[in-house]
């Protein structure tokens, strides 16, 4: 990877004339742009037609949460903290985690602080939201996305991505919530407490990006093997055909 420093002229020039808070700024923008180009281009060909004959028992996917300063993206709210947990079929691969507090510069109200443990002095000492999303992209790959009541990730996702790159998730993404409502229909509560608990999965750490996504992903697992037991889907495509039917 090209050297930042070294590739920035602007760099030079402060630090020659004496102000080291310019020099730094410039290596800071530098670093910027080479994450949002890399941002960029882990959006392509996240949708190719041949994933979808991936069998599920082979099929790589990455569980993940954010904890957020609210509920409402639309409203200014942005993301606190991610984390994720790689899977390969129906097995969890617990060492293979990424988890980040970042700070997206808006304050943490007491709330969410008692909610999740992540203090405004925690923020205030985390990497800027750019880098998070670098890093949670890196780790993301090409691979299918899988959160619980997705459409709520998706949102601060696709603000975040878009304030920091101007561009849009396109990973395929499949809701654990949506696969308990096809899977067990008629229950009142589709809530992660609730699945988790009628799963029989230990509940630890709530609120916590990576311990929530943690326990989704042994949500996943559990689903697309019952999934295939009931030989409702075999592949990922399957998939798609099994949640679209009424």
Known sequence: MTDPVRSN??????LRSGNINSALASV????????MAFIRSQMKDNRRPEALG?????LEVVVFDLETTGFNYQHGDEILSLGAVRVVGEQVKK??????????GVPVPPFITELTGISQHMVDAAPPLMEGLHDFMAFVGGRVLVAHAAAHDRGFLNAALWKTSKVRLTHRLLDTMMLAQKLYPGQSDYSLDELLHNSRIPVEGRH??????????????DYITEIQARGD??????MYVYLSES
Not at 233 to 238: C, F, Q, R, S, V
């Open 208 to 221: 916590h990006a990576l311990s929530d996504a943690c326990m989704t992903a042994r949500l996943w697992a």
């Open 95 to 104: 060492e293979e985690t990424f988890h980040m507090v970042v700070n997206s």
């Open 54 to 58: 991936t069998p599920l028992d082979e």
């Open 9 to 14: 002229g602007g760099f030079w020039r402060s």
């Open 28 to 35: 800071r923008g530098v670093q910027s742009a080479q994450q």
């Open 233 to 238: 889907a075999e592949t990922l495509g399957d």
